[in-house]
C-alpha cells in the first residue's frame, strides 16, 4: 500500500506526516504525533473519548481517517489550556468534581467546546445534548453538566475561571 504525505494543523502548529491511506486520526495524534491526550476507548465510535475539534467541530477521530484531516485544523486537549493556564471548561471539572478516572474528561471538554459560541443560552439539556455520544463509566453526569455549565459561565465572564462564576439568578 503506498503512503500519503500530509499537513494538519495540530493545536495551531502545521504538522506533516507519511501516511498509509487506512491510518486512523486518532492514531495519527496518538502514535505519530506523541498527543496522547486524546484516548481509545471502544474503537466502534460508542465511547467518544477520542473526541476532538476538526475545523472547530466535535468528531470520533476512530471514525476519520488521517489523510481525510489534511490541510484541516484539529485541536488535541493538549491545546485547550492557555499555557498554564486551565481552559474554564478544564477549571470547570475541578471546581464540580466532574471527573473520577479522567479517561473521558478529554472528549468532554472537546464535546464541549462549540457550546461556547452562546455559553448564556445554554441549559442542562443542551450540555447533555452535546456530550450525548461520550460515555463516563465511573461517574452519574451530574457533576459533568455542572462543570460544563460553571466553564461556560467563566468563559462569559471578563476575569476567566480564576474566580468561581456567579450562578445564574432565579426569576
Known amino acids: 500500500m503506498h503512503e500519503l504525505p500530509i499537513t494538519v494543523r495540530v493545536n495551531g502548529s502545521p504538522r506533516e506526516a507519511v501516511v498509509e491511506p487506512r491510518l486512523l486520526l486518532v492514531h495519527l ?8 491526550g486524546t484516548h481509545i476507548g471502544c474503537d466502534t ?3 467518544g473519548a477520542c473526541t476532538v475539534l476538526v475545523d472547530g467541530r466535535p468528531v470520533k477521530s476512530c471514525t ?3 489523510v481525510q484531516a489534511d490541510d484541516l485544523d484539529v485541536m488535541t486537549i493538549e491545546g485547550v489550556a492557555d499555557g498554564e493556564r486551565l481552559h474554564p471548561l478544564q477549571q470547570g471539572f475541578y ?7 479522567g479517561f473521558c474528561t478529554p472528549g468532554m471538554i472537546l464535546a464541549a467546546m462549540p457550546l461556547l459560541e452562546e455559553p448564556a443560552a445554554v441549559d442542562d439539556h443542551a450540555v447533555r445534548r452535546a456530550i450525548s455520544g461520550n460515555l463516563c463509566r465511573c461517574t452519574g453526569y451530574d457533576n459533568i453538566v455542572r462543570a460544563i455549565q460553571w466553564g461556560l459561565r467563566a468563559a462569559s465572564q471578563a476575569d476567566g475561571p480564576r474566580t468561581p462564576p456567579a450562578e445564574p439568578q432565579a426569576l
Do not use: I, K, N
Not at 495524534?29 to 496522547?36: A, I, Q
Open 64 to 66: 476519520m481517517f488521517a
Open 29 to 36: 495524534l496518538r502514535d505519530v504525533f506523541g498527543l496522547t
Open 95 to 101: 471546581e464540580e468534581h466532574g471527573l473520577q478516572c
Open 45 to 47: 465510535t460508542s465511547c
